[in-house]
Every structure is written in structure tokens, then in C-alpha cells.
DNA sequence: ATGCCACATTGACCCATCTCAAACTTTGTC
DNA sequence: GACAAAGTTTGAGATGGGTCAATGTGGCAT
């Protein structure tokens, strides 16, 4: 369950390149010229989790933030009950490390196999104040996860059921880029799909079972969907 | 219920000057030199709004972003069917413009009586592009935002009714840094409340009155409370 | 192949919150 | 200072989604 530091990220290394990197034209590296990249690349270390491993917890110092590169990561939030809910879902490509500041407001936890470029906050920090236009890309980041989190707001405190997994079905689809009719991977549990719409796992199944019972969807085996209805599954969703 | 686009404002002038602004120490402004304000000043337009006057509409295409001087907005989303979610409450020195690129992702509405600088966003962001700690001051907004944003998930998604009002009633003492004991302003109405919080009305008024009843809080008129015992709130709230 | 285990589905019942309705309070207006 | 309008409180009954429980199922280790 524990994270494992890799070796050192080298560009031009013997080992991983950023160049060829999968999330190459994804991450907040982009927006760095090569010579930048290069000098940036020396202050990563890769990490990979197993699944199911906790990257951090909720309310440890921040240490470190992360670019993730391949797999799918859970963001969780805790009551001293136990209640959780998950404020979000991570794809390659994104950014770990917005939200926070001195310590971690929630824990992150891999949904499958997991690999990222970590970075230490400081040095990260001192970067950000020496490179302008990474600064923006990360404004730029924010903005976006800002106006999600308000639509995901508006989905917990006024959406039924019904219209918050469809919409669900919805955004995550459109998140990994699949056209409607493509199989979409569903890399999490029901548990974490009703941790996320603020619902029971026994709600999100019987909805999820009425949905294809109707034809908007079909289930590929539990780890996978496809939209049958677009333009219908939108009516449900109630955008 | 217009908003009423004042005189410009001037630095130095006659009229309104940047040194003697109420939000000096609070507003986005207070990372500016005095050279720079005075410059970053002459983009400025004063707005008045009336109590209940709108801003700007969700949907609409963004053309300035405001920094909130003198008194409350509320910040919703609505659904075709009516229904209605306000994702924040603003308050003197708020920045508005962290949301949204190219469009409003909400509507803005005052409270009551309130008074904003406006910046064309086209400007503006210019502006931020020459002025690197201008961005670094709004990127520092942003976190705490996102921050805020991901602890209303887990109230709207997780938290009963009367965890969700006693969080509510603390959050907010402190967004206007009352001590506990001291008398708090409630600007919105209950139905805003309700609508911020996820519940209806009656549910607000019942949970209030319970709060009341119980001594935890002590409501003074309809427009402001009390905080008679913050650790038994607190512990309500399932913080 | 087999059995196990975690996860998912389905059903029956229950309750926190919503809905509907009525009375009350405050604020502003003439 | 009386009325109207808007907002709030309180009560009684309805319900969507939660809880509890039993059954189904796919993946993996042996």
C-alpha cells in the first residue's frame, strides 16, 4: 500500500524522458520551453502507487505537489464518523497541488495503478516565483476547477438521484475525451461514485440499472460504460 | 434594479481615492505599489448597486471581472426548472473573477446596498500578464477558494441539516473575522441560506430555532445572530 | 475447475427532509 | 398609524433516498 520514490526524472537520463513523456501535451510542463524543461525535470522524482495506496492524508504538512501521469486518483475528505465524501476525481495530465497550501485539505488515494512526477513544495514554490507564465498555467488550472467545483455544488445541494449520476456519466466521459457511443472506462467503485454524488452505493446501482433498463446506457462489464443517448441522458442530467 | 456605473476612478482625484479605501489592506489591490495603483486605478470604474440588483448573469460573456468594496453578493446557479444553488457569499475585498474565462459560470447579486471597482477583463488581464505578483496574489485567492469550495462538497454532500446550518453560522463569523460572542450580520435572507446550504426554508427556520432553543445561539433581530457557545457548536457542525 | 472474497444488485421498510398550508412578524409606504 | 408586501416561523402530512438484509457475480488464487 505504500508509495514507492522512484529514481530520479533525468531528461536526456537513461530512464525517463520528459520529451517522450504520455502526458506530454497534458501537464503544467507544456507551457516550459525545453531548456526550462530540462532544468525543471531535475527537481522531480517519479512515484508509483499500487492500487489502493494513499499518496497523502487529509491535514498532513504539504510536503510535496504532483503532475500525474498515468492512472486515475481519488480525492477524499473525511468526518471524524467516517462519512467521506470524494470532491474529485484525477486523470493523467493533472495537476495535484492547487488547493492546499501548509497542509493537505483532503487525501488522495490511487484507483488503479498510479504513476506521477512529485515535486517538493518549496522548490516548486521558488520556481513558481521565477517563472511567470507557470504561474499562469496554474491560474489558468484553478479557474477551471473553480467552476467545476461550483457545478459540482449545484449537482450536490439541488440534483436528484437520477440527474446526478447522469450527469456523472456525462462530464466524466467528456473529462477523458470519449466521443458519445465510446466505451468509457469506469476506474472507480460504486462506493466512490456514491461518495461523489453525495448518494448510497444502493442508490447509484438502482439508478444505474434504470438508466440501462431505459436504454440511455450500457454497462461494460462494471468497470465501463457506453452512452446510448446522448441527447436523452442530458435531459436527465438536467444541465 | 440597474447597476449604476459611476465616475471614474481616480488616484489622486477628487473624487474616491485608492489610499482611503475601505478594503486597502484586503482587496486584490494590496499586493500594488503606490505607483502601480495609481495606474492600476485609472482602469477602474465604480459600480453602485441597489439591494437586489444583478450583476452579471451565469451564461452571459464575460467582459469584467470586480473587486467587492462596500457590502454582500450572493453568487448563484440556477436550473432550467428554477431551481436555484448559490455557490458563495462575497464580502468586502472579495475579488470576483477566479471562476470564470470567457463567460459568467454564475450569476452575481447584491444583498443590499454595495459598491465595486470594475476592471475591464481584457485589461485586466494584461495587466496580470505584466504583473507577476498581481497573478501570484490571485492564484493565492484561488487555493483558499478551492480550498472553501471542496469543504461545502463534503457539507452538501455529506453533513444533516443541522450540521450543515451550524457550519454555516461558524464559517461565516469568521469569513467576517467576529470573535465568538460577538454579534454577527446575516445580510441574506433564510431562502438564501436554504439555497446555499442545500435545504428549503422551513428547514432553516426549524433548525435555527432548535440552535436557539438549545442556547448555542442567540438570534438578534432576522438579520443577525450570536454565537452563545462555539465549542458546542463546533462540535454540531461535525468540523 | 473450484472456492473465496470483494463488490454489486435488488428488495422491503423507514426516516430526515421536503411539501403544502396557515399564522405571525417586520419593514416600508401612504 | 394602518395597510400591504415580503419574509419568517410553525405544524401536519408525504416522499426520495437511506438503512438493513439477502442474493448475485466476476476475478483471482490455489
Known sequence: ?????????????????CESCEVRDLAVCRVLSPEELRRFAALARHVTLESGATLFHEGDPATHVYSLTRGYLRLCKLLADGRRQITGFLVPGDFIGLAFADTYVYSAEALGPTRLCAFARTAFQDWLARTPHLEHELLGRARGELAAAQEQMLLLGRKSARERVASFLLAFARRLGREPGETVPLPMTRTDIADYLGLTIETVSRTLSGLRREGLIELVGKNGYRIRHAAALEAVAAL
Chains 1, 2 share one sequence.
Open 1 to 17: 500500500m505504500a508509495a514507492v520514490v522512484d529514481d530520479r526524472a533525468v531528461c536526456c537520463g537513461h530512464h525517463r524522458v
